[in-house]
């Protein structure tokens, strides 16, 4: 017997031709149980089989709570190999941690997971990370959210991913960053997780000792890029941020996408800007006490400006040039109205919380001027650049508000 137990325990794995899995599982119905330490072999990967690995747990049994104690560590560690959390070797792990309060105590505190949590905003959305090296990468990071109509996330998306297509057409990259997102029921979903960014909040916190001082730091955000830009990495993560930038004051403009707060606003180490959370659509703006939250058009603050114009007050060329692109982009897409019109009007009956009739449309003729020529469009989106720029102050009067908030729940 021990012969061929031995064998099949080989790491070489050349078992897999002599054993199929029905013969396996007869086999291991008359086998004598394991000395728990040989035992511990079949919780590895190379046994994905449910009946090896139950048999293992049975041998397990044996163990005392002193001698379990010592492999705690490996046995959660080994949990990630089974297929389904209800398992046999959970189940055990339960049962003998209830039965005994030091083994609950280092099973709880080594079940804490390394990268999965849950978020700090409203809806305490669920990070996710799976391991995946078939897309090229160690890990992948989804955020599961349970809560929110999602689908009006997909539709805000899907016209991000439109915008910057036809720019591109048009010449003109923007360097949108319209992540994934899949609606998954009625109020549940995934999102994916952009990895090596920060939000804007956290980058203002963790520069500042004082929250409700942290929004008003015009420094922080060029700070925390030149932390990991130096030479000509910085000029081109300043550039980077200087195009999405661009690009995301026209598309939040145009689509009059709301709750604009510090952390919904996100910047990644190569300097990409990019917009998250899309719950608040078509100039569907919160409001308290009937008092708008949201006064500017769009976020534009002077830390943005303070980036794109490379911490120098005075370098209007910079300026000019990020005014420009999003003038330029602001025509471009107004030229494909009709198309943003009829794509949202295709939705109607979706029965999204922000786009249930005729008039949320409306919102979209306005913020493109479609009655308007072009050169009167262009003027009204000069003063609203001009409007969201000179009414900044509020918009970091209320990331003070959400700040203090945050490091308040924190």
Not at 210 to 229: G, R, S
Not at 258 to 267: A, C, E, L, Q, T
Not at 279 to 305: A, C, M, Q, W
């Amino acid at each position: 017997f021990m012969s061929e137990l031995d064998f099949f325990m080989e790491p070489s794995s050349c078992v897999k031709p002599f054993f199929n899995f029905k013969q396996l599982q007869a086999l291991l119905q008359i086998w004598p149980k394991l000395p728990p330490r040989e035992a511990l072999e079949l919780l590895d990967f190379n046994y994905p089989d449910q009946y090896v690995r139950e048999y293992a747990v049975g041998c397990l049994r044996q163990m005392s709570d002193e001698e379990l104690s010592q492999y705690l560590l490996q046995l959660v560690q080994v949990l990630k190999y089974e297929p389904f959390l209800d398992c046999a070797l959970s189940r055990f792990l339960l049962e003998r941690a209830l039965d005994n309060r030091r083994i609950g105590q280092f099973l709880f505190w080594h079940l804490s997971v390394e990268k999965c949590k849950y978020m700090d905003s409203k809806m305490k959305p669920l990070w996710l990370v799976y391991s995946s090296r078939a897309f090229g990468e160690d890990s992948v990071g989804v955020i599961f959210k349970n809560g929110d109509d999602l689908r009006q996330d997909m539709l805000t998306l899907q016209m991000l991913r439109l915008m910057d297509l036809l720019w591109k057409e048009a010449g003109l990259d923007l360097r949108m960053l319209p992540y994934g997102c899949l609606a998954t029921g009625d109020r549940s979903g995934l999102i994916e997780v952009v990895s090596t960014s920060e939000t804007i909040a956290d980058i203002q916190l963790n520069s500042s000792n004082v929250a409700a001082t942290a929004a008003f730091n015009k420094d922080a955000l060029l700070n925390w890029l030149k932390e990991y830009n130096s030479g000509d990495d910085l000029d081109r993560a300043i550039e980077e941020f200087t195009l999405s930038c661009a690009g995301y004051c026209v598309a939040s403009y145009v689509l009059g996408i709301g709750d604009r707060h510090s952390d919904n606003i996100m910047v990644k180490k190569t300097g990409q800007l990019f917009h998250i959370d899309f719950g608040h659509i078509l100039g569907n703006f919160k409001s308290k006490f009937g008092i708008k939250r949201e006064r500017v058009p769009f976020i534009l603050t002077y830390d943005f400006i303070h980036v794109i114009q490379q911490g120098k007050t005075g370098n209007t060329e910079k300026f000019g040039r990020f005014r420009q692109c999003c003038e330029d982009a602001y025509l471009i897409l107004r030229r494909h109205g009709n198309l943003f019109i009829t794509l949202f009007a295709l939705m109607l009956t979706a029965g999204l919380p922000e786009l249930t009739s005729v008039k949320d449309i409306q919102y979209l003729k306005d913020s493109l001027a479609l009655g308007k020529s072009e050169e009167e469009a262009l003027k009204q989106f000069k003063q609203k650049f001009d409007e969201a720029l000179r009414e900044s102050w509020t918009t970091k009067v209320n990331w003070m508000a959400h700040t203090v908030r945050k490091d308040y729940r924190s």
